[in-house]
């Protein structure tokens, strides 16, 4: 889809793009192919999907190369616009991001692991929740039976596979799952730096959780547009 920058800060690795379907995108640094032009006003092309825009590139670095050195009349500019239209037609038709539980807990251990940025509606952080827990859960019951096949249990050692395997586990997703927290916060107007309450224990865990259950916020604000798939 085609689009343009409204805004991009750069110290936050954030920002705004108005798509032809004039609906406006969120992006974070990480979306942007290598030297696509994020000024207010450029033209662009991305890859659109639950409010987010992904895979972003100007349009004018695209076209820019082709016009150097101009082939024959009739022969270079059809292929040109050509393979333009393809990348169109491959934007406009690639699929929207799902918005299952499950999709939700991939995309934070994938595309939003690092992400800080942005909004998550309640089903996304539940989602995230529901799997991070079953997750949790499996992988320790293997701990378990393999410390149990190995004789750990029955030893002065301890169940150290499970052990190690958990806090492997804890490690891996402490960053998207803050970055779900962050997201989450932001979704309902507050700054996502309200996170910081966790390390309060017991009451900053309840505070976290009371702002886990507050509904989407059902208008645009600093951190984003409304999430896909919120009914407003």
Known sequence: MRGEVL????TQGFGFITGADGNRYTFGREDLRRGASVAKGAAVEFLAGSGQARDIFSIAAQTAAPAVARPPAGA???????????FGRSAETNPAE??????????????NYFNFAGRARRKEYWGYCLFWTVALI?????????????GFLNGSEGP???????GLFMLATFLPSLGMIVRRIHDIGLSGWLALLLILPTIGSLIILVFALIPTQDRENQWGPIPGGVRT
């Open 76 to 86: 270079a500019a059809p292929a040109a616009a050509a393979q333009t239209g393809n």
């Open 138 to 150: 499996v992988i320790s019951i293997i701990g378990l039976f393999i410390d149990n096949a190995l």
């Open 160 to 166: 150290a596979v499970t052990i190690g395997v958990f």
């Open 7 to 10: 805004h991009y800060d750069e």
């Open 98 to 111: 799902p918005t299952d539980l499950w999709g939700y807990f991939w995309r934070s251990l994938t595309q």
